[in-house]
């Protein structure tokens, strides 16, 4: 992984955190997505005293918002036209319901329609990679609960299981 360029979603705890972790410690160049900068700061000095690695390089985005997705992965694009590895993996829980200011379902918003377009947006960088690699991190949730093609945004008895298993699910 030396001298690769890797983005990774959701890298400042859980998941994410050590996915950019291990990826530093190869020799990679790590772009870390967080929607804090703080925590992502934060996450950035530890990784930076676990491996040593200088070529970190945060970046803040808000998963919940199409508008801030475009952006972020403009600036990615302007700064990296070639990207190697992507990994979709920030997620949330929420237990009521809210939607985004693009009218979606924030689970659903975050933790599956972010990684399709944060993809598409940065899919152009990635073919230019000789082996670009996208990798998505879910969970088997889906298995709860089938998707309700007919109230994607859960309007009609919302449940916070149920939302969640939705956002996970295949399309």
């Known amino acids: 992984m030396n001298n690769k360029i890797c983005v990774v979603t959701g890298a400042n705890s859980g998941l994410g955190f050590e996915t950019a972790k291990a990826l530093a410690a190869q020799g990679a160049r790590v772009i870390l997505l967080s929607r804090s900068a703080d925590k992502g700061q934060e996450a950035l ?13 945060l970046m803040t985005v808000d998963l919940a918002s199409q508008a801030s997705i475009r952006e972020t992965g403009q600036k990615i694009l302007d700064k990296y036209p070639v990207i190697d590895t992507l990994v979709n993996n920030a ?39 000789p082996d670009g690699r996208i990798v998505c991190v879910a969970s088997d949730s889906h298995f709860q609960f089938k998707i309700n093609y007919e109230d994607l945004n859960l309007t009609d008895k919302y449940h916070g299981l149920r939302a969640y298993a939705q956002s996970k699910g295949p399309m």
Do not use: C
């Open 45 to 57: 000095d530890k990784i930076f005293v676990a491996t040593q690695n200088d070529q970190l390089e």
């Open 91 to 129: 997620g949330t829980w929420i237990s009521k319901h809210s939607l985004t200011e693009d009218g979606v379902e924030t689970m659903f918003a975050v933790n599956h329609l972010a990684y399709v377009l944060m993809t598409h947006v940065l899919y152009p960088a990635l073919r230019q990679a």
